[in-house]
Structures are given as structure tokens and as C-alpha cells.
């Protein structure tokens, strides 16, 4: 609830500082994603108890979400921002927490994103050609909640304005601050010991992930009649918090990560009237970080002295993509109503009377 009345406030604020001559468009907006969430710690070489493995969490991110979006722009400026949030906890499909041996030929992957060699390699995963030794499988639920700003400069022919034909190039930039938790639960757990143990085992774990992102980039804007083209590439910088709670084990893992990523977008639209307008945007989002955690609480023994073991590398990559529509509204703050006078002719029934 404190996250809606904050985002309410800033769109309100967005609205209310924004200078007399400019305009404003608003309105709601429904957004369907999917994709996957992977969290990744280990090592391919043998650590000081001469082990080679790791443990990965996959959480899929399939979900729906309401939102409220608002705008103004004046001249070549644009100002957007948007709240969108799941609402409730969704259910979002099947997860799975693993537990991995590596051998010779495994490999580890921890940098997709190489700027130095000008590499990209499109895949959530670190560690490949592992074994498992544990496998969990169980449904899981996403509760979601995200406040984001950007800025435009429109260059040349291009304007802010939906409702004007236009077309050229434009730079943004912008923040997005996301919170979400994930629920692993109902879980079919496999272990392979001595015997082999494979039994329901209930509630896994939760976790809890706070996400801050600076985008930057470069868009293009094409309007034609009442039809409109918006496609933008941002890359993107970011810092993710999370939380990683055992329930069973009573044990918190705690992760600090930096990453990099991008975010594209291909929007079209379309006026409906000359205030109201709809469009459907299509986006990819990815953001590839690394950092450190470390482990608080535990029951077991092995859990305990975790605790004293300092921090373990971790790996949290996120790959999604989702579908927006949404009905948007102009404010036009320069509108006045026509008075006749004997020097300005006013329309009435389509005509023009003196």
C-alpha cells in the first residue's frame, strides 16, 4: 500500500511541476511478461574441501501486472514515469532449486556481457555439464512492484507529441526501481544418497529481490496520421539486493550483486480521438550481474560455521520480455473556451459564423 501511495504522489508531482504551456497524457495500462529469474553460486575448481559445484535456483516469470502512466512534454522534452504492480501473489509456474556437481569438461560462464571483446552471449546460466545431486521442483508465486522515470530529447523532424506527424531520432535515459519476491512451494525434493530419497518436503524457501537500474539510449519516433512507431534500445547499469530464506534450514542468504544488461522496445500506437489514444509495446530485458553472499542463521552444523566462512560468489541473471497495452488521455492545459467577438469568427455546427 505505501508503494502505491508513493507511486501515486509521483505521477501527481509529475503533473503538477510541469510548466503551464506543456501537455500532459495519462491513463492505465495491463502488462503480461514471462521469462526466467537464475540465481548461480559455485566454483569449477576444486575449494578448500577439494569440491567442484554449486547450487542454481530457477524461478520462471510469468505474471500480470496493472499500471498507471504518465507523461508531459513541451517542445523537443519529454518526462515519463509509470507504477505497475502484480497486485497479489501469481502464480508463476514451475521453479527449481539444484544442487550440482562439476567435472572436467564443465564449464563456467560468469561474464555475458564483454565489453573488452565486444561478446554477448544470450543465456541465464553460468555453469554448464553439471550433475545434480539434489533436485527440488515445486510451484512457485511472484508478487511484484515496480516506480520508474525516464527523460527524451527529440532531435530534428521527431516530436514528443503522439498526435503530431513526426519522424526522427531520440536520446533517453532513466531510472527503474523494482521489488519483487518469489514463494517455492509444494516441493518434490530428490537426493541422491544411500538409499536414493525422493518425498514431498512442503515449503522450499522465499526470495526477495530489490532491483535499481539506470537505463540509457537511443530511440526513434515515426507518426503518420493516427498511427505512430516508437523503437528504443537502452543499455543498462544496475544493483540487485535479494534475500534467499531456507525455511526449513532457518537460514538467510544474503546477496549484494553489480550488473549490466539492456532493455529494448518496439511500440506502436494508435489515436483513437483527439484526446485518446492506445498502443501495444512489446519489450526484452536483460541484466546479467555478479557479486558476494553471505549466510545467516542455519540449524545444521555445516549451516552455522557457513556463517563464519566470510562471502560466496553469486550469479543472478534475469531474461524476460512482456506485452503492454494500454489507453492513454490528453490534457491539454492550453485549451480555452471560445468567446465571439466581432474580430474572431467561432465554429458552430461545423461552420464557421461571424
Given at each position: 500500500?505505501k508503494?502505491?501511495i508513493?507511486?501515486?504522489?509521483?505521477i501527481?508531482?509529475?503533473?503538477?511541476?510541469?510548466?503551464?504551456?506543456?501537455?500532459?497524457?495519462?491513463?492505465p495500462t495491463?502488462?503480461r511478461?514471462?521469462g526466467?529469474?537464475?540465481f548461480?553460486?559455485?566454483?569449477?575448481?576444486?575449494?578448500l574441501?577439494?569440491?567442484r559445484?554449486?547450487?542454481?535456483i530457477?524461478?520462471?516469470?510469468?505474471?500480470?501486472q496493472?499500471?498507471?502512466?504518465?507523461?508531459y512534454?513541451d517542445?523537443?522534452?519529454?518526462?515519463r514515469?509509470?507504477?505497475?504492480?502484480?497486485?497479489w501473489?501469481?502464480?508463476?509456474?514451475?521453479?527449481?532449486?539444484e544442487?550440482?556437481?562439476l567435472?572436467?569438461?564443465s564449464?563456467?560462464?560468469t561474464t555475458?556481457?564483454?565489453?573488452?571483446?565486444?561478446?554477448?552471449?544470450?543465456s541465464?546460466?553460468?555453469f554448464?555439464?553439471?550433475?545434480?545431486?539434489a533436485?527440488?521442483k515445486?510451484k512457485?508465486?511472484?508478487?511484484q512492484?515496480?516506480?520508474?522515470?525516464?527523460?527524451?530529447?527529440?532531435f530534428?523532424?521527431a516530436?514528443?507529441?503522439?498526435?503530431k506527424?513526426?519522424?526522427?531520432?531520440?536520446?533517453?535515459?532513466?531510472l527503474?526501481?523494482?521489488y519483487?519476491k518469489?514463494?517455492?512451494?509444494?516441493?518434490n525434493q530428490?537426493?541422491d544418497s544411500?538409499?536414493?530419497f525422493?518425498a514431498?518436503i512442503?515449503?522450499?524457501?522465499?526470495?526477495?529481490?530489490n532491483?535499481?537500474?539506470?537505463f540509457?539510449?537511443l530511440?526513434?519516433?515515426?507518426?503518420?496520421?493516427k498511427?505512430?512507431?516508437?523503437?528504443?534500445?537502452?543499455?543498462?547499469l544496475?544493483?540487485?539486493i535479494?534475500?534467499?530464506?531456507?525455511?526449513?534450514?532457518?537460514?538467510n542468504?544474503?546477496?549484494d550483486?553489480?550488473g549490466?544488461?539492456?532493455?529494448?522496445?518496439?511500440?506502436?500506437g494508435?489515436a483513437?480521438s483527439?484526446s485518446?489514444?492506445?498502443?501495444?509495446?512489446l519489450?526484452?530485458?536483460?541484466?546479467?550481474?555478479e557479486?558476494?553472499?553471505?549466510a545467516?542463521?542455519g540449524l545444521s552444523?555445516?549451516d552455522?560455521?557457513?556463517?563464519?566462512s566470510?562471502g560466496?560468489?553469486s550469479?543472478?541473471n534475469?531474461?524476460?520480455?512482456?506485452?503492454e497495452i494500454?489507453?492513454l488521455?490528453?490534457?491539454?492545459?492550453?485549451?480555452k473556451?471560445?468567446v465571439p467577438t466581432?474580430d474572431?469568427?467561432?465554429?458552430n455546427?461545423?461552420?464557421?459564423?461571424?
Amino acid at each position: 500500500m505505501k508503494f502505491l501511495i508513493t507511486g501515486i504522489i509521483f505521477i501527481l508531482n509529475l503533473f503538477a511541476f510541469s510548466p503551464i504551456t506543456a501537455e500532459a497524457i495519462w491513463g492505465p495500462t495491463l502488462e503480461r511478461g514471462g521469462g526466467e529469474y537464475v540465481f548461480e553460486t559455485g566454483n569449477r575448481f576444486p575449494n578448500l574441501s577439494g569440491i567442484r559445484g554449486g547450487s542454481r535456483i530457477t524461478f520462471p516469470r510469468n505474471f500480470t501486472q496493472f499500471g498507471l502512466f504518465g507523461s508531459y512534454f513541451d517542445s523537443k522534452w519529454e518526462v515519463r514515469g509509470s507504477i505497475k504492480t502484480t497486485g497479489w501473489n501469481q502464480n508463476s509456474g514451475e521453479a527449481r532449486d539444484e544442487d550440482f556437481v562439476l567435472g572436467n569438461t564443465s564449464q563456467e560462464r560468469t561474464t555475458q556481457i564483454a565489453t573488452r571483446e565486444w561478446s554477448y552471449s544470450d543465456s541465464g546460466h553460468v555453469f554448464s555439464g553439471s550433475r545434480n545431486f539434489a533436485d527440488g521442483k515445486g510451484k512457485s508465486t511472484i508478487r511484484q512492484d515496480i516506480i520508474e522515470a525516464y527523460g527524451r530529447y527529440y532531435f530534428n523532424g521527431a516530436s514528443p507529441d503522439y498526435w503530431k506527424e513526426s519522424n526522427g531520432f531520440f536520446i533517453t535515459t532513466g531510472l527503474r526501481y523494482s521489488y519483487f519476491k518469489y514463494l517455492l512451494y509444494d516441493v518434490n525434493q530428490f537426493v541422491d544418497s544411500r538409499p536414493i530419497f525422493y518425498a514431498p518436503i512442503g515449503i522450499g524457501l522465499s526470495f526477495s529481490n530489490n532491483l535499481y537500474e539506470f537505463f540509457y539510449g537511443l530511440g526513434y519516433r515515426y507518426s503518420v496520421e493516427k498511427f505512430y512507431l516508437d523503437v528504443s534500445f537502452m543499455p543498462s547499469l544496475g544493483r540487485i539486493i535479494t534475500r534467499d530464506f531456507h525455511i526449513q534450514r532457518s537460514i538467510n542468504f544474503l546477496s549484494d550483486n553489480y550488473g549490466a544488461g539492456w532493455q529494448s522496445n518496439i511500440e506502436v500506437g494508435y489515436a483513437l480521438s483527439e484526446s485518446w489514444l492506445s498502443y501495444v509495446r512489446l519489450g526484452h530485458r536483460r541484466f546479467f550481474s555478479e557479486g558476494r553472499f553471505t549466510a545467516r542463521g542455519g540449524l545444521s552444523q555445516q549451516d552455522l560455521l557457513s556463517n563464519l566462512s566470510g562471502g560466496f560468489k553469486s550469479h543472478i541473471n534475469i531474461k524476460d520480455f512482456s506485452i503492454e497495452i494500454g489507453f492513454l488521455n490528453k490534457v491539454n492545459w492550453n485549451e480555452k473556451e471560445l468567446v465571439p467577438t466581432e474580430d474572431q469568427p467561432v465554429k458552430n455546427n461545423g461552420e464557421f459564423k461571424n
